[in-house]
């Protein structure tokens, strides 16, 4: 049985949200400015440059053809295996990240055609207790993967994550080995993953499914490590270069292929996945 | 109540009259053995309902048994295999041939330090990224030659700093799963003190998951989870309690397949005793998986995971 009685799992669409408010004051240069202007700059301040957090909806209509999107995922919500209470308990924040978000779980799964190419997409809600990966997560993360096995096209995961959803102690934990699990079953089929890291990857979703992408391509900007700056003092005093865990950090180390801007992920995901499908026809 | 320490007191206490007993030939047996009997009932009452977090730190008492104690008990002739082929020699996770009552095996241990100049050597047990490499090399190896893999788990967890982020310690850890999952070979993992998180699940995605009695196995250390959630360091108890880690609790979850026996107090009161009960389970599962096809394995090793997760389904 679901733990909340009321609450629906409902297909995601991309409709337009009317906006209350006209403005936005950009958090890196102060100016105010048309939030309509920032969100066709793909939330890029037209003034200065600075990224804007995108949600998941804002984030997969920036990359994929218009009216393609078809919410593709399993109809589940999130229970509450261990009866979790902090200062909250667990189904009163999932109910708050429900309602903050609109969304019912913290991935939004979709079938999407990129330059008209098809695909499987994944993209991860930060909003949505910090993207953390739970089991409907990691249960959307497979059923995307063989979907497109099925579809008999790409797989892409945008992440935007804290790591393991705490609230579901082992059982979230164990998400890695499952993501991995169906991750190894695409590569046998031979279909490409690509996996786009954004602001943050870490954790328990670096240390296992962001990390096993053919192709990894981080978003500049983003903050990609797998423990928090926090741990590591804690654990061991140690000086940490200004740019660590930054996109050049990740870089510079071997840990991704690419850096690339906002405005140029969706044409950057077009010439891969047009690599991939050219190289399939042969 | 009386906490460990107040037992190890007392045991110590009787031991000195023991001694005492000898050399001056005063009859002191009656008082010896009412406190030997009063130190029993003690360490029943103390260890009989252990809450959580005491688990947490007998997992972590300084006096248990550790991964070489074990394999110095089980696996006879243990011939170590250094090298991750890369960059270095992590000494907080140990890989190398062994038998296991006659039979081959290749084992793949976490270790931590008994002192400040061994735990220096081994990071407290927490692998760094040649760690995992050097786990992901030697799983191939076995799988070349047939060997089942048997891993000892037992690390607060992976190593977090600069070292390990500047050589990709998720990709290590998430490299390592992988190959956990891929090795057509019977794998076993066995949690003997702390199953930390990633750095626990690296080694640990196997056919057969054991723990010990006092074994812990968590996606966050209790302090790291009263931190995030409680914004306290103080509510380590409520946090080790909420998040279910003990073996008992993770059996019942059904997320591992048993529970090795400790005697009461910690594997440390007697590590023959804890050994013997290890290498059977060890001997039982190993049987049970060697009369499998490798097919069968592998099927249920898949199922096993992709079924992993609670979630409700609704209809649409």
């Known amino acids: 049985m679901p733990i909340f009685k009321d609450k629906q ?90 309602q903050k978000t609109g969304l019912p779980s913290a991935i939004i799964l979709a079938s999407a055609s990129i330059s008209q190419m098809p695909s499987v997409i994944g993209v991860m809600e930060f909003q949505f207790i910090g993207g953390s990966m739970g089991s409907v997560m990691g249960e959307q993360i497979c059923h995307g993967m063989e979907e497109a096995i099925r579809r008999h096209c790409a797989f892409i995961l945008v992440s935007s994550s804290g790591g393991a959803r705490i609230q579901e102690g082992i059982f979230a934990l164990l998400q890695m080995v499952k993501t991995t699990a169906v991750r190894a079953r695409l590569a046998r089929e031979r279909l490409p993953f690509i996996s786009v890291m954004t602001y943050p990857t870490t954790g328990g979703v670096l240390a296992s499914i962001a990390s096993l992408g053919d192709i990894i391509i981080a978003e500049k900007g983003a903050m990609i490590g797998f423990a928090g700056r926090r741990v590591i003092k804690e654990t061991i005093a140690e000086e940490l270069p200004k740019n660590f865990q930054t996109d050049a950090f990740a870089l510079e180390h071997g840990i991704i292929d690419r850096v690339v801007k906002r405005e140029d992920l969706r044409s950057e995901l077009t010439s891969v996945l047009k690599f991939f499908q050219e190289e399939k026809k042969r | 109540m009386s906490d460990e320490k107040t037992l190890d007191l007392l045991e110590a206490k009787i031991q000195e009259l023991r001694e005492l007993n000898k050399v001056d030939g005063l009859d002191l047996s009656a008082e010896i053995s009412k406190l030997e009997k009063k130190l029993a009932q003690m360490r029943t009452e103390l260890y009989a309902n252990l809450a959580d977090w005491e688990r947490v730190r007998i997992a972590r008492n300084t006096k248990r048994p550790y991964a070489l104690d074990y394999i110095g008990a089980i696996f006879p002739g243990f011939y170590e295999l250094h090298g991750d082929r890369m960059c270095g020699d992590d000494r907080a996770l140990l890989t190398g041939f062994a038998e296991l009552d006659g039979r081959k095996v290749a084992i793949i241990a976490q270790q931590k330090g008994r002192d ?48 390990s982020e500047e050589k990709n310690i998720g990709g290590a850890i998430a490299a390592s ?12 993992a066995v949690i003997i003190g702390e199953g930390g998180s990633g750095g626990a699940v690296a080694i640990g995605a196997a056919d057969r998951v054991l723990m010990l ?57 007697d590590i023959v005793q804890t050994a013997s009960a290890l290498k059977q389970g060890l001997i039982h599962h190993l049987d049970e998986l060697s009369e499998k096809t490798i097919d069968e394995i592998m099927a249920a090793r898949y199922e096993r995971y992709r079924d992993v997760g609670r979630y409700s389904t609704l209809s649409d």
């Open chain 2, 116 to 163: 400040p100049a061994e735990n220096k050597e081994r990071y407290f047990g927490m692998a760094r990224p040649q760690g995992y490499r050097k786990a992901t090399r030697m799983m191939h190896l076995a799988e070349r030659f047939r060997f089942p893999i048997i891993s000892l788990i037992d690390t607060p967890g992976a190593y977090p700093g600069l070292e």
């Open chain 1, 9 to 98: 799992y409902f297909r995601v669409k991309l409709d337009k949200e009317a906006d209350e408010s006209l403005w936005l004051q950009c958090k890196s240069c102060g100016e105010l400015v048309f939030k309509r202007r920032v969100r066709e700059n793909n939330n890029i301040c037209p003034n200065c440059g600075e990224y804007f957090f995108l949600t998941a909806k804002e984030r997969i209509e920036s990359l994929i053809d218009e009216g393609s999107f078809e919410d593709v995922s399993r109809p589940i919500i999130a229970d509450d295996p261990l009866g979790f209470q902090d200062e909250k308990a667990y189904p009163q924040r999932l109910e708050e990240a429900q």
């Open chain 2, 213 to 269: 009695e006092n074994g812990i196995f968590s996606v966050i250390s209790p302090e790291g989870a009263a931190a995030i959630l409680w914004k306290s360091k103080e509510r380590v108890k409520e946090a080790a309690a909420s998040l279910k880690l003990t073996a008992p609790e993770l059996l019942d979850m059904g997320v591992i397949d048993e529970v090795i026996p400790e005697p009461l107090g910690g594997a440390h009161k």
């Open chain 2, 177 to 188: 799963i992988l190959s956990m999952l891929e090795i057509e070979v019977p794998t076993i």
